[in-house]
DNA sequence: TTGAAAGCGCTAACAC
DNA sequence: GTGTTAGCGCTTTCAA
């Protein structure tokens, strides 16, 4: 490997010419960064990141991206978008996939992994408890969440409780009363806030109408297609059917919808269903439902971390900024009047 | 940031001895071990990585993984199986999501940004041309390839090839003799193997059972849904419709599928439908496919990486292995006899 | 405009 | 068992 010794030697310059010469400072002359600049392509020179970081105050010029899960849909979409604006500042994407385990939560989060091996965080799905906020913020790098608020931190992400209500709104003007909802709380042992979001959003949809709450049509649907598929069987199998579901998520939705069938039941005719999020599978699955901008999220996400990052001059101390994206019904074919 | 010279003090021992305690190696007392440990946990000292890199010979404990798309489902199922792998060792995941990029793939392929960021590489779906191989090991750290063959490097696949094979033997097997195929080339300005590899099992497998290749029924779907959808329009346009169409894909089966109702087609009663992957959709839209192991192939692939990484004793010349995993015919009810 | 020299925070020989 | 002493490959004063 050739270091910037053996590329000092080759120009006949110091290694500290080299330095300025190759990161655009000034006080070189144009010749000497020529020089230096061609013997650097031509021997195949790159500057260690250990080093370069060791000598110049710590930083990595990476930042940790956590998610819960990768391979749904709506986390792989956030990953892209962030990653695409990072990238673009020439910073790398330490991905940490949680896949539901909350072990690795808390390592991720408790613990002190992440110190010095990135210069930000971005914590996506998750709503850090009140030590987990502590303990990162010991850490010194910057964080910013996407899906949940917490005050110390920039964020991004929907109403989760407007958006369940959008979706509530519509079964109710459609003349459904009867609703039951599919969620999921405390999922595989992490602790998400979206979930009781947008349960809280059925239930103020239905007492602002004044109808009740029942505890049988609230459902577990863990926020998978598995869990969908067993809340549509719990629900095909009730005495007293709904005649309208409301899935906290696309997903979710559509394994609902294929059990619904499978026991015979027709959507909309028996059963009007509606998701959230605008899955990319929705559209084939005609499915009704709150669409929230996602990879979006991920770009404007990664933004706020670029942010706090500040300019050459390190972390700029910069107030939290809270961005709240709007989500949009879209009505298509699985949902009709009672 | 409490440093390895704070700890040495606080304990009053060297910063040798406490380097040696936190690593548990040997020739440390057990007292002095705790009390360096104690001292750690209580001042919360963690190592720079920057430094034990430079100091230990420019190692990362960190491996990229390069991807042509995330959002996908199979890239981000191997992506999950991968991280798993790799984080039980304590590697850390660098993502480079080329996004379909052809300038992307070239600035991590061609150029030198991986070296010595990384200490391994895992490249997943593309087929790495003579210039970017010679390139790769040029950096000198271990590649690993993912769904495609390369000969100086250790792979994971599967056999493309005959796994459209088995698609087409069972069309030929239900009677069908005028079967179009839906794939995709040069994606994107991406170079894949996959795409090439299905086509050819689906023209050799029509030589053999003496059919003709038609031009007109090999349409480009460019591996996603929404170029499914095109192909399906296609298809339900053309003069002599096919009776059946084997994607090379589930996405593009599934986009297919849509659009071929939309024109008043039904599957498998007009058209028959056989896609690859065994897509964790492809069961709620009864798609008939040939499954292949995906979260494992990450999985291996990551254990391939592991071993070029060698032990305790840096990077082992190992040579390079090829792994190739069966796939499976699922039979849903997207096929049908003539 | 350039160079010498002192670190950055750790590991690794080697000596004790 | 433990300490001393060099670096690892850069950046960054400070002089020149």
Not at 100 to 126: F, W
Not at 210 to 237: H, I, K, Q, S, Y
């Amino acid at each position: 490997m050739t270091g910037i010794h053996d590329l000092a030697r080759e120009v006949g310059v110091s290694t500290a010419t080299v330095s300025r010469a190759l990161r655009g400072l000034p006080r070189v002359s144009e010749s000497t960064r020529e020089r230096v600049l061609e013997a650097a392509v031509r021997l195949g020179y790159v500057p260690s990141p250990h080093a370069v970081g060791l000598a110049s105050g710590g930083q990595t010029r990476s930042v940790a991206i956590v998610v819960p899960f990768v391979t749904r849909w709506y986390f792989a979409a956030v990953v892209h978008g962030a990653e695409q604006v990072l990238r673009e500042q020439g910073y790398d994407l330490l991905l940490y996939n949680l896949a539901g385990d909350s072990a690795a939560r808390h390592r991720v989060l408790r613990t002190q992994v992440l110190t010095k091996r990135v210069d930000a965080v971005l914590v996506v799905g998750l709503g850090p408890t009140a030590e987990e906020i502590a303990a990162m913020q010991r850490q010194g790098s910057p964080v910013v969440t996407l899906g949940a608020r917490v005050e110390e931190w920039s964020s991004v992400r929907i109403d989760d409780v407007e958006a369940s209500r959008t979706a509530m709104r519509h079964l109710l003007d459609l003349g459904h009363r009867r609703i039951a909802f599919v969620g999921g709380l405390g999922e595989d042992g992490l602790d998400f806030t979206t979930p009781t979001a947008r349960l809280e959003g059925y239930r103020s949809s239905l007492h602002d109408v004044g109808l009740p709450l029942d505890p049988a049509l609230e459902l577990d649907g863990r926020f998978t297609l598995d869990g969908g598929v067993d809340c549509g069987r719990a629900v095909a199998a009730m005495d007293q059917r709904p005649t309208a579901v409301f899935c906290a998520s696309d997903e979710m939705a559509i394994g609902l919808m294929s059990a619904l069938r499978e026991s015979g039941l027709r959507v909309p005719e028996d059963v009007s269903v509606v998701g959230v999020d605008d899955h990319e599978m929705a559209r084939f699955f005609d499915l009704t439902t709150v669409r929230q901008p996602v990879h979006e999220q991920g770009r404007i996400a990664a933004q706020q971390i670029l942010r706090s990052l500040g300019g050459a001059d390190g972390p700029a101390e910069v107030a939290p900024e809270h961005v709240e994206l709007a989500t949009e019904l879209v009505v298509r074919a699985t949902t009709a009047a009672v």
